[in-house]
C-alpha cells in the first residue's frame, strides 16, 4: 500500500505558484522522496526527487522537511499545462514503485 | 531512442479470452514493471521484474502471468480475460543506478476492454 498521504485536489490561477504538499509519515531512512505527474491518462512522467535536501530541476522545486516527515513540490509559475494528478511517493530505489491517489492540480486562467 | 513502446495501444476481448501484452525498452534499463489504473483511480502495481529471469508480484496479480526472458521485453498476459481486467495498462521501466538516475519511464498504456 501507498505510505504517503495527498489531499486529493487543488487549484492554481495561472502563472502562481502551486505548492502541492505530502506527508511521509512511515519514510524510512533509505528512502527518498519521489514525485511523478500525470497528465490526462498519459503515462506518468517523473518531475523531481530528494532525500534530504532540497532540490531544484528545471521542471520543479523540492522543499523536504528537516524530520523528513513532509515535503512540498513548487511549480514556481504554473501553466494551464500544469494540469494534470501529482504523485509523491516514499521509494527505496532498490524496491517497488507504488502509487498512492495524488492530488488532481486544475490550473485556472 | 524509442523509451518504452506498449502494443497494442486499445485491444477488445471477449471474456475468457487470453491475450499478451507487448512492452519493450530500448535504455538496457534492469527494472520493469506493469501497473492497472482504473477510471479515477491511481495507478497499482501488477508484476516487476529487476532483471532477465527474475519476476515478483506486486499489488495486484492475480490473474495476470509474466516473464522477462531479455531485458528489452517485459509481456503480461491476460489468462482468462474477466470484465474486471477492464482498464489502462501501463508497463515502465527503470536503471538500477543507484545515483541519480533511478526514475521510471512509462509508456503510454494499453486501454483494454473486456465484454
Known sequence: DAKTTQPPSMDCAEGRAA??????STISGNEYVYW???????????????????????????IITEDRKSST??????????TAVYYCIDFNQGGKLIFGQGTELSVKP | NAGVTQTPKFQVLKTGQS????CAQDMNHEYMSWYRQDPGMGLRLIHYSVGAGITDQGEVPNGYNVSRSTTEDFPLRLLSAAPSQTSVYFCASRSRDLGRKTEAFFGQGTRLTVV
Not at chain 1, 505548492?19 to 511521509?24: E, G, I, S, T, V
Not at chain 1, 498519459?42 to 523540492?62: C, D, F, V
Open chain 2, 19 to 22: 491475450m499478451t501484452l507487448q
Open chain 1, 73 to 82: 513540490l513548487i511549480l514556481p509559475h504554473a501553466t494551464l499545462r500544469d
Open chain 1, 19 to 24: 505548492n502541492l504538499p505530502c506527508n511521509h
Open chain 1, 36 to 62: 511523478y505527474r500525470q497528465i490526462h491518462s498519459q503515462g506518468p512522467q517523473y518531475i523531481i526527487h530528494g532525500l534530504k535536501n532540497n532540490e531544484t530541476n528545471e521542471m520543479a522545486s523540492l
